[in-house]
């Protein structure tokens, strides 16, 4: 028997920032053809009910022909992902199931926005209102 065996390894990586607020997660769907999303990544749930990270722009069409109309779709702010989660590079895939905290206190510096320029202070207001709240964190 070994009894000093390593099985595992826990790398901490500060997402979470306190205990505070309690911390409830949920499931979804993520739409497919993002990629890995990572762990920390703000997701945001579209009017069609698949996730999508914060930071890209879903579109949808309506109607069909020289009728057809694109505009962009609706989103909120619905959590932020408990893991790494690859959703492929297919876009017609199934969505892809996750888990996602719902509510608590994240580092701010952690959190990941897709695409460029985005950052957590501009969803602050939303992730609020969601009960995900930000605060700094120092790593030693």
């Known amino acids: 028997m070994k009894m000093f065996e390593q ?4 790398k901490p990586d500060s997402l979470i920032a306190g205990n ?3 911390i409830l997660t949920a499931g979804i769907g993520l739409k497919a053809g ?21 930071g890209t722009v879903p579109q949808v069409t309506e ?11 609706e989103i909120k702010v ?3 992902l ?5 959703t492929g590079m297919d876009k017609t895939a199934d969505n892809i199931p996750a888990t996602a905290y719902q509510t608590g206190m994240f580092n701010r510096a952690a959190i990941i926005i897709a695409g460029e320029g985005g950052s957590a202070e501009d969803y ?17």
């Open 7 to 10: 099985i595992g390894e826990f």
């Open 78 to 80: 619905f959590g932020i």
């Open 124 to 140: 602050e207001d939303d992730l609020k209102q969601a009960g995900l709240y930000l605060r700094g964190v120092r790593n030693y």
């Open 63 to 73: 109607g069909e022909g020289e009728n057809a109309v694109t505009t962009d779709m």
């Open 82 to 86: 408990t893991d790494d989660f690859d």
């Open 34 to 54: 993002y990629g890995l999303l990572r762990r920390g990544t703000l997701v945001m749930k579209g009017s069609d009910k698949a996730g999508y990270a914060a």
């Open 20 to 22: 505070e607020f309690p």
